[in-house]
């Protein structure tokens, strides 16, 4: 029969120890299990904003601020100085290359004019009268009536008035040209801007404003800038669009609405170093005037079109060590991190080409309350959630 060992054995202390040693980490496991129950029990789902993934045809654009300015611009001037005495044309009308629009008094002219044909007549009498005693004294030379000597000084004058005559004749026509310029013509067809001086005014080539300013608005330009990563993207689409060209859609500020369609023309050939952007150039018909110089516009650029592609929100798509990745949100109402592949941006959309599918729900707003499993609630209305500050960088949506 096997005997047991003392109560005050070292071995039966040992024993005891181990027993208690394992009922209090029994005892302390159950207790956290517990307080972690009772903890995310009592945790409120967190508010987020939700959007559906789309699924379908998407263009693929590029869009850039711009202004818009004439197709071509030219300043009405003086060619010539005097009093402007008529007005002939009424601001904001459209005019004709050629038009009259103003004139000059030309009477200062005309009499220079009278005063440089009577000098011409003059000059041609002398001309003719050497040239006469030319013709008189050379025959005489041979008779010894007249000297060589003589001759020849009648040969240089009628070359000298002859040299007179043709500078005077020089001299008339500039004068005609100069009177020509008192009538002040439209140098380009289009719209006609604010007359920038009155009538009775005196007027000069060097006066800086001119008297207004003439813009072709049909067709019409919009300068606009993309960034310079954007460049050959645009190139590529433009060899694939051939002489078709990629169309770009004017858009106004703040409704978005398209106000005309045209073609891209020419991409600037230097970046600016200060914003690293580049500018581009595209050309509108405006048949019916929605585009104005100097208007503020955005401009979108057509580069392709995607037969079938997954589109989220921008604000969806999250950035960590890990990569790119989006917050979705299941049928059981439970946050997920999602890495994605994210192709070009589209707008306020961005093209997700790989780790969605259509119908999916995103969070949009409210990533930084996140956890994986957490609870969520769908804000009605996509109303942003109040910001979350938290401490715990787990917290923060930046999980790998």
């Known amino acids: ?127 003719a009268n050497a040239v006469d005693s030319l013709a008189r004294s050379a025959p005489l030379v041979a008779q010894g009536l007249a000297s060589a000597q003589q001759v020849e000084g009648y040969r240089s004058q009628a070359a000298q008035f002859a040299a007179t005559v043709a500078g005077d004749r020089a001299a008339i026509e500039r004068d005609r040209l100069t009177l020509a310029y008192t009538m002040i013509r439209a140098p380009i067809s289009g719209v006609i801007g604010v007359r920038q001086i009155d009538a009775g005014n005196l007027v000069s080539p060097t006066d800086a404003n001119g008297i207004a ?55 600037d050939n230097r970046i600016d170093d200060a914003s690293g952007t580049v500018t581009l150039k595209a050309v509108f018909p405006n048949a019916v005037r929605m585009l104005w110089p100097g208007e503020l516009i955005t401009a979108r650029v057509t580069l392709g079109q995607l037969a079938s592609a997954i589109t989220v929100p921008a604000s969806a798509l999250q950035s960590g060590p890990g990569g790119a990745y989006v917050w979705i949100v299941g049928n059981d109402g439970r946050a997920a991190m999602r890495p994605v592949t994210s192709g070009p941006r589209v707008g306020d959309r961005v093209v997700i080409t790989h780790g969605l599918r259509g119908g999916e729900r995103v969070v949009t707003d409210g990533q930084f309350g996140l956890t994986p499993g957490a609870p969520v609630t769908a804000l009605q209305g996509g109303s942003p959630p109040r910001p979350l500050k938290m401490d715990d960088p787990e917290r923060l949506g930046l999980q790998s």
């Open 213 to 267: 300013v003439i813009a072709q608005v049909q067709p019409i330009t919009v300068l606009f800038t993309l960034p310079q990563s954007a460049i050959i993207d645009v190139r590529a689409a433009m060899a694939k669009a051939g002489t078709t060209g990629l169309a770009v859609d004017a858009l106004a500020q703040g409704s978005g609405r398209v106000l005309d369609r045209g073609r891209l023309t020419v991409i």
């Open 1 to 127: 029969m096997a005997t047991l060992p003392s109560i005050d054995s070292p071995k039966t202390r040992l024993l005891a120890g181990c027993l208690l040693t394992g009922a209090s980490l029994i005892l302390a496991g159950c207790a956290g299990k517990d307080a972690a129950d009772k903890e995310g029990a009592g945790r409120a789902p967190a508010p987020v904003a939700l959007a559906a993934a789309l699924a379908g045809p998407q263009s693929l654009t590029l869009s850039g601020l711009g202004h818009v300015q004439g197709f071509d611009t030219a300043s009405v001037r003086a060619q010539t100085s005097g009093k402007l005495i008529a007005i002939n044309f009424t601001e904001g009308q459209t005019v004709h290359i050629g038009q009259a629009l103003a004139r000059i008094d030309p009477r200062p002219l005309q009499a220079t004019l009278a005063q440089d044909e009577a000098t011409l007549a003059r000059d041609r009498a002398a001309q």
